[in-house]
């Protein structure tokens, strides 16, 4: 390898962090330092009438599935497909190996877009405040909803105070819209299967392969569906939660990753050649 791919190399792998770095940056000060919009409500809106369970799938669940699963296949598929790639390839007289370069490609991508994916989320929680669906079991608002004053009229922010005793609950409980677990879960998930789809490919692993797939996706719906029947959020947040990871896994795979493909054994014989072949065997003797 010269020493201008070595640089290249270099200087590809230093923007990455520093761009992966700006945007974790820009996660931490969205979760910490922009204020949320915090939304009204009516007095009986039975949507926000829900009680207060703990999470089903915690955030360090996941996390944890949703990173660990993804780099486990990353790591495997490009060892078993490029193991025996031997191209001498150095970067500042350090060799390289074929798998590694291969590892560092769909990993690379792949957490450029858990950190676009969680990012675009904050940015919506924080903006639409959305009360969540156990909103009232929570704050309750000090207000007294059966009173006439207070009926069939939307109650600002400004007018109720919150009397729960569970304080450290109360901003993230105008957080619904939309749901993070959904959409970082489809993201990762379907990601996985579109990687699996691509390079889980030596032979007689088509039917493990496609088990991966309906499971890794199953893991993501489960995810999903817990986040209602947990009373966290909304159907509709939910479901555009979910619509956005997908929608960012299809362009970040199609687009926004780059695969390092296998040297072929052997190269495919010219077409004028085979022709030529076949001419001479249909030639008399």
């Known amino acids: 390898m010269s020493r201008e791919e070595s640089l290249h190399i270099i200087r590809k792998f230093f923007v990455d962090v520093f761009l992966i770095s700006g945007l974790v940056l820009g996660i931490y000060a969205t979760q910490n330092y922009w204020v949320p919009f915090e939304r ?4 009986g809106d039975e949507s926000l009438m829900f009680p207060y369970r703990n999470d089903t799938v915690t955030t360090p669940m996941l996390r944890l599935f949703g990173l660990g699963l993804p780099v486990l296949a990353f790591f495997v598929c490009e060892w078993v497909l490029l193991r025996k790639v031997t191209d001498e390839k150095r970067v500042l007289s350090l060799y390289v190996p074929a ?7 769909p990993l690379a991508s ?9 990012l675009t989320t904050n940015i919506a929680k924080n ?16 207000i007294d909803c059966t009173l006439p004053e207070w009926q069939k009229r939307y109650i600002q922010a400004n007018e109720y105070e919150c009397l729960g005793e569970q304080t450290d609950k109360f901003m993230d409980m105008h957080m619904s819209f939309l749901s993070g677990h959904s959409a970082w879960s489809a993201f990762t998930m379907f990601y996985l299967a579109l990687y699996l789809e691509k390079r889980m490919v030596w032979r007689g692993t088509r039917v493990l392969r496609h088990s991966l797939q309906f499971a890794a996706v199953m893991l993501s719906w489960f995810t999903a569906l817990s986040r209602v029947s947990d009373y966290k959020h909304h159907w509709s947040d939910v479901l555009a939660g979910y619509f956005l990871g ?22 495919p014989l010219p077409l004028h050649d085979t022709t030529m072949q076949h001419l001479q065997m249909a030639a008399p003797a």
Request: charged share 20%; with cysteine; hydrophobic share 40%.
């Open 127 to 142: 903006v639409i405040g959305r009360p969540r669906p156990h909103f009232f079991d929570l704050c309750k608002p000090s």
């Open 110 to 118: 792949f957490g450029f877009g858990t950190c676009f994916i969680e």
């Open 40 to 43: 009204g409500f009516f007095c």
């Open 246 to 267: 997908l929608t960012f896994a299809v362009l970040v795979w199609t687009w926004g990753t780059d695969i390092l493909e296998p040297k072929k054994k052997h190269n």
């Open 99 to 105: 798998w590694l370069r291969g590892f560092y490609c």
